[in-house]
């Protein structure tokens, strides 16, 4: 990676300390869902965000979520984790998507796409790796708002543009990254959970998520899991013919239960 890129992402601000309080208790066995609720509580804006998100109709639940308390007993830690760090990434890294063709807004309703599709799948799959796999669905694109602010500052945005209506799938759209800028969203984003000391299976399963194989063999399944989402929900379509087809193959390749997948399709196109 360039010199230029690692400076920029040494430069970004550090993660404040209510989100650093939340990491620990989110990593810490020991701590409590009442842990969480007092230190999401003690910050009004990150509250009035995280009940924003957990009230997004993509979560389907029929009362509007009021306070923390409901939000965490609801999702969990590593979601409200997940809505908290997203959160900050707004609030911190300057946001232009223009040269993806996309608005901010529809590159954020992908990433909750994304992260509510992984929350209602992995529910049934296996709760427990929902700990990694939330947050990760949540950020495993945040690679391309450095990536585009290069692009941008290289005047190489209209070309990234134009290219873009030739390719269909996220390993293509990782190819052209590489070859526009020299690097992939799975390796930005990836240094950038690093530089900000998230643990280790987070980051290696998003640097992982275009290419399971190659992750070791702790790290696949939740890099295996990242790849059907990210294959299913992404910039050039959600739960098409394609996209869907496309990951049902990944399923088999994966060796992961087709029946679940499915039923989360039919949720969502309900």
């Not at 400076?7 to 869902?33: E, F, G, H, W, Y």
Request: with cysteine; net charge negative; aromatic share 10%.
């Amino acid at each position: 990676m360039n010199d230029t890129i690692l400076k920029k992402i040494k430069a970004l601000p550090p993660l404040d300390d209510t989100i650093m309080k939340i990491q620990r208790i989110c990593v810490d066995k020991n701590s409590s869902l009442n842990d969480l609720v007092k230190v999401v509580e003690s910050d009004p804006m990150l509250t009035a965000n995280i009940l924003k998100s957990s009230n997004s109709p993509l979560y389907g639940f029929s009362r509007e979520i009021k306070n923390i308390s409901h939000a965490v007993s609801l999702f969990g830690m590593a979601t409200v984790r997940g809505f908290a760090l997203s959160s900050a990434i707004k609030q911190n890294i300057k946001i232009n998507f223009a040269p993806y063709n996309l608005s901010n807004n529809a590159f954020l309703d992908i990433s909750t796409y994304q992260s509510s599709f992984m929350f209602k799948w992995y529910s049934k799959v296996n709760k427990s790796m929902l700990e990694i796999l939330q947050p990760a669905s949540f950020m495993m694109e945040v690679g391309k708002i450095i990536i585009a602010n290069e692009l941008i500052e290289q005047g190489k945005d209209s070309a990234f543009k134009a290219a873009l209506t030739t390719i269909k799938s996220p390993q293509q759209l990782s190819a052209l990254e590489k070859e526009s800028i020299g690097f992939a969203n799975e390796e930005i984003t990836a240094k950038v959970f690093e530089q900000w000391n998230l643990e280790p299976e987070l980051v290696e399963s998003i640097h992982f998520s275009n290419e399971p194989s190659l992750a070791q063999d702790h790290i696949k399944p939740y890099a295996y899991a990242l790849s059907v989402v990210k294959n299913t929900i992404n910039i050039f379509g959600q739960f098409d013919e394609i996209s869907t087809a496309r990951s049902l193959e990944l399923l088999e390749q994966y060796g992961l239960e087709k029946e679940p997948y499915l039923q989360t399709i039919e949720q969502f196109k309900q």
